[in-house]
């Protein structure tokens, strides 16, 4: 029994979330492998031989796998699929993109964004929100999963020494191609690897007090910034600062909530975060359910004090 972890990389270096998905690998019992599909990625695929724990690095490279698109990732994967027990891809976007086509070419069930290996063929996954905990038992001979990072701890990134062993890359498959990106810059921690969130909520009411209150206090404790989805819709973030069950799962060593209620779908993107702090007005907010540390004070008056107190 063999898993096969798909790396999430850029080329160059191994996304977190990978080693998040090896983990959830080794759990399932028998030696992981990874995948490193990409173009001129030897560096990536080296990274993956040093993670503690993997048996074997397999290195795809061609054109067609430059930038991760998912009919040409699920080909590669479909190449070397009838090797393995179960077939792990991290729960991102890009993982949530390629997972689905390995499945159905491989007529299986997948199992998606599983926080717990019971055993080899028994998962647990959130449902309704996160509100309950689904237990799932496959019989399928091949297991396709998707992990959510924030259920696994990260794997080592070093001391590891697998051999890389190169695989022939797939063609492209012609149904898609690559126009371009558009990558948002920011000397932030990436919000799902932050070890520090401090989130702005509907409250703040407008761009610039989100900017104005939410920034100093994020500057002070070196963190990332988050928002709820109610503060992207009404225009006060950008869409990649959501947090929540349609926007980005998170799970910091500090989750601080700045005038969020606390709606179920935005409970279900932070609260595994170890230590909550709220700060919200309304002392019937939801939010104070889940928060370790409640302040029921205007987010205006008590955040700038506690961005002087810091």
Do not use: W
């Not at 992981?32 to 074997?56: D, F, P, S, T, Y």
């Not at 697998?162 to 022939?168: K, L, N």
């Not at 126009?179 to 070890?195: F, H, I, Y």
């Amino acid at each position: 029994m063999t898993a096969l972890v798909i790396a999430e990389h850029d080329n160059a270096s191994l996304k977190s979330a990978t080693l998040n998905t090896v983990t959830a690998a080794a759990a399932c019992g028998g030696d992981v492998h990874v995948l490193v599909a990409g173009e001129n990625a030897a560096a990536a695929a080296a990274a993956a031989a040093q993670i503690a724990g993997v048996a074997k690095v397999l290195h795809a490279d061609g054109a067609a796998l430059k930038d991760g698109l998912a009919e040409n990732l699920a080909a590669q994967v479909l190449a070397v699929a009838g090797n393995y027990s179960h077939i792990l891809f991290p729960a991102t976007a890009s993982g949530k993109n390629a997972a689905p086509r390995v499945a159905a070419k491989l007529d299986v069930a997948q199992i998606s964004d599983i926080t717990k290996v019971v055993s080899a063929d028994t998962f647990e996954r959130p449902i309704y929100a996160g509100n309950a905990i689904a237990t799932v038992q496959s019989v399928d001979a091949v297991k396709v999963i998707t992990v959510r990072g924030t259920g696994f701890d990260a794997a080592a990134a070093t001391g590891g020494s697998a051999p890389v062993e190169t695989v022939a890359a797939v063609a492209d498959s012609g149904k898609s191609s690559f126009v371009g990106r558009e990558l948002s810059k920011s000397d932030r921690p990436e919000l799902t690897a932050a070890k520090i969130i401090v989130s702005g909520g509907r409250a703040l009411g407008s761009a610039e007090k989100f900017e104005e209150v939410i920034t100093p206090l994020a500057d002070k404790l070196g963190a990332a910034i988050g928002a709820s989805r109610a503060a992207v819709d009404a225009g006060y973030a950008p869409n990649d600062l959501q947090v929540g069950q349609t926007g980005k799962i998170v799970a910091p060593q500090l989750y601080v909530a700045c005038g969020i209620s606390g709606a179920i779908q935005h409970l279900a993107g932070m609260k595994d975060s170890k230590v909550i702090v709220a700060i919200n007005k309304d002392p019937e907010a939801p939010i104070f359910s889940v928060a370790d540390y409640g302040l029921e004070a205007d987010l205006f008056t008590a955040v700038p004090e506690l961005v002087k107190a810091l």
